[in-house]
């Protein structure tokens, strides 16, 4: 106990400045810079629907329309002629055939990806599908600490124990540590500068 005594009379004012010390990078610690954010885009449960028998919104003729057309060869009084007439199986072959479309309006990270899917019969379109996966933005916004303060104690087998401590600037941290030599009684001061990778 006696030895106690002295070495709180003999080190009570680096004592007392280790734990201002710890206390300044405590209160440093609680700083912290401006919110950042990070986006992310998520995609969404996919839509799908039909629409049948759509109506057409305008109906034009043309003037001068271009019609599929059959060449014929005529021969008169060893004249030959070539005459063209319109092609009638022709024109109801492409009246009867059902095409079928598929293409992509736009796939992008921010709208998501609209697929159409189209039917054309009889001169008109007889059916309508479309799916659409849709994309949300996610934005996750946080506080980082400037300051991260640390409290540190050790003991090494040369009979030298300290405490202290200190705090990290972003990647650099600066120490403080109060050692005492055990056996020969008597305490002195290390600093030391650390990096986090």
Known sequence: MNNFSHFLRSHGLT?????????????LGRMTVPTKETVRYVAGDPVSGSLSNPQPVKETVPLFPVLPVKH????????????ERVDTA????????????????FDTPQYG???LSETVQYNKLSDLKYDYVPVYREITRYRERVFVPFAAASWS??????AGGGFFYKNLGFEYQWQYGIGAGIGGHQFGIKLKF
């Not at 014929?72 to 005459?83: C, I, R």
């Open 15 to 27: 004592c007392l400045t280790v734990l201002i010390l710890l206390a300044a990078a405590f209160m």
């Open 157 to 162: 087998t040369f009979g030298i124990a300290s």
């Open 72 to 83: 014929d060869t005529v021969w008169l009084d060893s004249v030959v002629y070539l005459v």
């Open 113 to 115: 990806r609209l697929s």
């Open 90 to 105: 022709a024109i109801i072959a492409d009246y009867i055939a059902q095409r079928d479309y598929q293409f992509v309006l």
